[in-house]
């Protein structure tokens, strides 16, 4: 129900795609979208800034 209605708001919005992360060692995760037949993507990198990056900022 979640994933069907993040779609609708999708497709409301005219949004090309919608994406997503999980961790990879969460294989419950992994298995639902799957599931529900959605590829990962071995293309995409994940990162990430955590609160100490984001307070130092970029300088």
Request: glycine residues 6%; hydrophobic residues 45%.
């Amino acid at each position: 129900m979640l994933m069907r209605t993040l779609f609708e708001v999708a497709a409301k919005h005219e949004c090309s795609r919608v994406e997503w992360t999980t961790d990879a060692n969460n294989p419950g995760a992994q298995r639902f979208y799957a599931d529900l037949a959605f590829q990962q993507l071995p293309s995409k990198l994940f990162f990430r800034a955590d609160a100490t990056a984001i307070e130092h900022g970029l300088g």
